[in-house]
């Protein structure tokens, strides 16, 4: 259904975004991981995927709070797969307590 689509699927080296990728990969789309983790389990996640799935994995290590890396990511992604299909943007930033009152006390959101 997906062959020949590439994937990038972010937050995808653990919790809901593995599971995306992986049900992407299922589907016969490629996928470029992004992701923070252990090297080691980052690459045993990456080449199961693709022995699993028999379709190309690729990980693009990039920080998504930080526009200079999201454009990293798009590049490299593009460079090393041909094309980009699918983006599935599941990286979540959490804010801290005191942000949220600081915010809620300035009359922000």
């Not at 990286?91 to 006390?105: H, L, M």
């Amino acid at each position: 259904m997906l062959k020949g689509k590439v994937a990038i699927v972010t937050g995808s080296t653990s919790g809901i975004g593995l599971g995306i990728a992986r049900a992407l990969a299922g589907a016969g789309a490629d996928i470029v991981m992004n992701g923070f983790g252990d090297t080691g389990e980052i690459e045993k996640l990456r080449a199961g995927i693709e022995s699993e799935f028999k379709v190309r994995a690729i990980y693009v290590g990039a920080d998504m709070s930080k526009p200079a890396e999201i454009e990293k990511l798009a590049k490299e992604a593009t460079a090393r797969m041909g094309r980009i299909d699918i983006i599935v943007n599941n990286a979540g930033s959490s804010t801290s307590r005191r942000s949220s009152i600081s915010r809620r006390k300035n009359g922000m959101r």
